[in-house]
């Protein structure tokens, strides 16, 4: 770009802000001021863009009333009143512009915006193809198609035109965003590596590259060179928070606590503080057990946003390790009535109040983590061994059962399925759970004593442990 394509560039700039000016002043005052068609519709997109209806509606009726036959103006009518949900009136505009004007790509761009609007995706998708011959930019269609396409649950045909508006236009950052999403969506993490890569061999600076690029090797558990990566983006660009953030997110998977707090911490300076950064800081110095500073950051987590489930749940856990149970129970109550099907907030509410004593609520809630299809065997050992303290031997029995059928290859459910035959002295169903243990996992072997330590004295239990050994 020269000087002088900078002098026009500005002087437009100013234009602009004058006709503006002119036309709120004939609003206010009733001033007469005349504007031609271009004026008039660059005022209607200005107001279209900052999301101020009232004011493009009164710049698209000043413009119809002197511009009757604009299809341009009656295309800004039809976006307008899709706006405001009128989406038939607006296609009825849109076909009547076609039959006028066939080949206009605002037109169809329009309409596909409607339709995707709609949740028609088939007929927003034919539009935007319309659009695409008639398009100065077509890197700008591409992204329209490669977006519908993720909405309809397609993202390899998005990835494939957002693919194309990059190459179109590698400074396109909306597309080159959503090229990262759907290798996301798609798991194609190794050919994202690739592809960002690729891109910043030919645009080094690109602090999005750079981002994208740490955000795929996250993805694979590389966060050694996830971290490399973000931190060549803040060097490019050192107040881009989301570089910050998922670094600090990279360093806690590597257990570098107090590194990822200090990252955590950057983000304030370059963005409002966010309510799920001072959560990911609660819980770093949880892990850190430095509760009481868990607890300051999880509070200030739920001020910011109450619906902050996690956050709840946080609290009640490090006053839990406070010792401060009774306290604990009722942050961890309000999560569940925030999130009530999540499995892992009723397990820690069924361990708390067996804690407390409360055997039959933890009953309850340990049966609520089993209906909501917990992913691990675990909750099916910590409730057989409730109900077993508890003297419901058979129904722990039937528990383990219960997990077995869930998890057939986890030698853990096995011994402890053989301790519970030997605390009902049935020796033999007994020996034969632990052999099928013992061959799955003979590592794992030392659960039978944690599970009962007196058979550490049984001398056929120690034998059949021998007869194992490799």
Same mark, same amino acid.
């Given at each position: 770009?020269?000087?002088?394509?900078?002098?026009?560039?500005?002087?437009?700039?100013?234009?602009?802000?004058?006709?503006?000016?002119? $036309?709120?002043?004939?609003?206010?005052?009733?001033?007469?001021?005349?504007?031609?068609?271009?004026?008039?519709?660059?005022?209607?997109?200005?107001?279209?863009?900052? /999301?101020?209806?009232?004011?493009?509606?009164?710049?698209?009726? +000043?413009?119809?009333?002197?511009?009757?036959?604009?299809?341009?103006?009656?295309?800004?009518?039809?976006?307008?009143?899709?706006?405001?949900?009128?989406?038939?009136?607006?296609?009825?505009?849109? @076909?009547?512009?076609?039959?006028?004007?066939?080949?206009?790509?605002?037109?169809?761009?329009?309409?596909?915006?409607?339709?995707?609007?709609?949740?028609?995706?088939?007929?927003?998708?034919?539009?935007?193809?319309?659009?695409?011959?008639?398009?100065?930019?077509?890197?700008?269609?591409? &992204?329209?198609?490669?977006?519908?396409?993720?909405?309809?649950?397609?993202?390899?045909?998005?990835?494939?035109?957002?693919?194309?508006?990059?190459?179109?236009?590698?400074?396109?950052?909306?597309?080159?965003? #959503?090229?990262?999403?759907?290798?996301?969506?798609?798991?194609?993490?190794?050919?994202?590596?690739?592809? $960002?890569?690729?891109?910043?061999?030919?645009?080094?600076?690109?602090?999005?590259?750079?981002? @994208?690029?740490?955000?795929?090797?996250?993805?694979?558990?590389? $966060?050694?060179?996830?971290?490399?990566?973000?931190?060549?983006?803040?060097?490019?660009?050192?107040?881009?928070?989301?570089? +910050?953030?998922?670094?600090?997110?990279?360093?806690?998977?590597?257990?570098?606590?107090?590194?990822?707090?200090?990252?955590?911490?950057?983000?304030?300076?370059?963005?409002?503080?966010?309510?799920?950064?001072?959560?990911?800081?609660? #819980?770093?110095?949880?892990?850190?057990?430095?509760?009481?500073?868990?607890?300051?950051?999880?509070?200030?987590?739920?001020?910011?946003?109450?619906?902050?489930?996690?956050?709840?749940?946080?609290?009640? &856990?490090?006053?839990?390790?406070?010792?401060?149970?009774? #306290?604990?129970?009722?942050?961890?109550?309000?999560?569940? #009535?925030?999130?009530?099907?999540?499995?892992?907030?009723?397990?820690?509410?069924?361990?708390?109040?067996?804690?407390?004593?409360?055997?039959?609520?933890?009953?309850?809630?340990?049966?609520?983590?089993?209906?909501?299809?917990?992913?691990?065997?675990?909750?099916?050992?910590?409730?057989?061994?409730?109900?077993?303290?508890?003297?419901?031997?058979?129904?722990?029995?039937?528990?383990?059962?219960?997990?077995?059928?869930?998890?057939?290859?986890?030698?853990?459910?096995?011994?402890?399925?053989?301790?519970?035959?030997?605390?009902?002295?049935?020796?033999?169903?007994?020996?034969?759970?632990?052999?099928?243990?013992?061959?799955?996992?003979?590592?794992?072997?030392?659960?039978?004593?944690?599970?009962?330590? /007196?058979?550490?004295?049984?001398?056929?239990?120690?034998?059949?442990?021998?007869?194992?050994?490799?």
């Amino acid at each position: 770009m020269s000087a002088f394509d900078d002098d026009d560039e500005g002087l437009n700039e100013r234009e602009f802000e004058e006709n503006l000016r002119l $036309f709120e002043d004939m609003l206010s005052t009733g001033t007469v001021h005349f504007f031609d068609a271009d004026d008039i519709e660059e005022i209607i997109d200005y107001y279209l863009q900052w /999301v101020n209806y009232e004011m493009a509606k009164k710049a698209i009726d +000043y413009g119809l009333e002197r511009f009757p036959f604009s299809s341009i103006i009656k295309i800004r009518q039809a976006q307008y009143l899709s706006s405001q949900h009128y989406t038939h009136e607006a296609l009825s505009i849109l @076909n009547e512009v076609e039959q006028i004007e066939q080949n206009n790509f605002d037109l169809y761009m329009a309409r596909g915006f409607i339709y995707s609007q709609m949740g028609l995706g088939e007929q927003a998708i034919e539009n935007f193809k319309k659009a695409l011959p008639l398009a100065e930019q077509k890197d700008e269609v591409y &992204v329209a198609l490669g977006i519908e396409f993720l909405n309809d649950d397609k993202p390899d045909d998005a990835l494939y035109y957002l693919k194309k508006a990059v190459h179109l236009n590698p400074k396109n950052e909306m597309a080159l965003n #959503e090229v990262s999403m759907c290798f996301d969506l798609t798991g194609k993490s190794e050919e994202a590596i690739a592809y $960002f890569e690729k891109y910043i061999d030919h645009h080094p600076y690109s602090y999005l590259a750079w981002f @994208n690029l740490g955000l795929a090797y996250s993805r694979l558990g590389l $966060f050694e060179k996830a971290i490399q990566a973000y931190d060549y983006a803040i060097a490019i660009n050192e107040q881009f928070s989301s570089a +910050y953030f998922n670094k600090a997110n990279s360093l806690a998977q590597l257990e570098r606590f107090e590194e990822a707090i200090d990252i955590y911490k950057e983000t304030f300076k370059y963005e409002e503080h966010e309510s799920t950064t001072y959560y990911y800081i609660g #819980e770093c110095y949880e892990n850190l057990e430095r509760y009481e500073e868990a607890l300051v950051n999880y509070n200030k987590c739920v001020k910011l946003d109450p619906a902050n489930a996690d956050a709840w749940l946080g609290i009640g &856990v490090v006053l839990d390790a406070l010792n401060r149970l009774s #306290e604990g129970i009722h942050y961890i109550k309000k999560a569940i #009535e925030i999130n009530p099907n999540d499995p892992e907030y009723w397990y820690v509410f069924a361990e708390i109040q067996q804690k407390l004593g409360f055997i039959e609520e933890a009953i309850m809630a340990f049966q609520r983590v089993i209906e909501l299809e917990y992913p691990d065997f675990d909750i099916w050992l910590d409730y057989s061994k409730l109900l077993q303290q508890e003297g419901y031997a058979d129904e722990a029995m039937e528990n383990i059962m219960e997990g077995i059928k869930r998890f057939p290859t986890v030698a853990e459910l096995y011994y402890r399925m053989g301790v519970l035959f030997m605390e009902k002295n049935l020796r033999k169903e007994a020996f034969e759970w632990l052999s099928k243990a013992l061959e799955m996992d003979y590592s794992k072997h030392q659960d039978i004593f944690d599970y009962a330590p /007196v058979l550490l004295n049984d001398k056929e239990i120690l034998s059949l442990i021998t007869a194992y050994k490799k």
